[in-house]
């Protein structure tokens, strides 16, 4: 898969992220949406929404993800600008990951305190994954082709 498709991939799963992050945030203020994710007692935006659990930092977590998703946005978006730059990859390794990483205790948080699973938070979660998964690809092949542009250099240099 070339890079180009990667950073569309990983884009395209920031948008969408986004629209879901927005989607959550309308859900959690406007109590009728809460029915559209509310299939049973398991599968439950409502039980979520009316947990108390809903912050993480004193940030609604609807906010973590739309802040978040923009975040990915930006910095893939900075990293398309220079495709050849290593560190604009890592950085996007590095926000999709600490992502990761509060969407795997926001996931602790529904599954064993609340009992319940929020459909549209798990959707952003699953989004956040694809992110980062293509985060990682890019930076291994932006690596990896820095080291390929590196190697002729350094073998003149032995001669």
């Known amino acids: 898969m070339r890079t180009r498709d990667l950073r569309s991939i990983t884009t395209l799963a920031a948008v969408l992220g986004l629209v879901v992050a927005i989607f959550a945030a309308l859900e959690f203020f406007d109590a009728s949406l809460r029915g559209i994710c509310s299939i049973n007692s398991f599968f439950s935006c409502a039980l979520v929404d009316q947990s108390g659990r809903t912050t993480t930092l004193g940030v609604p977590d609807y906010a973590w993800g739309i802040g978040g998703f923009v975040a990915i946005l930006v910095v893939a978006a900075l990293g398309e600008r220079a495709p050849e730059d290593p560190r604009r990859a890592y ?22 305190e609340i009992h319940a699973l929020c ?16 985060a990682i690809a890019i930076a291994l092949r932006v690596r990896r082709r820095a080291a390929e542009d590196a190697a002729p250099a350094d073998d003149a240099d032995a001669a």
Do not use: M, N, R
């Not at 459909?119 to 694809?130: E, K, Q, R, S, W």
């Open 91 to 112: 950085a996007l390794v590095a926000l999709t990951s600490a992502g990761i990483g509060l969407a795997i205790y926001l996931l602790y948080v529904e599954l064993a």
């Open 119 to 134: 459909i549209v938070c798990a959707t952003d979660y699953g989004l956040g994954a694809i992110a980062w998964a293509g």
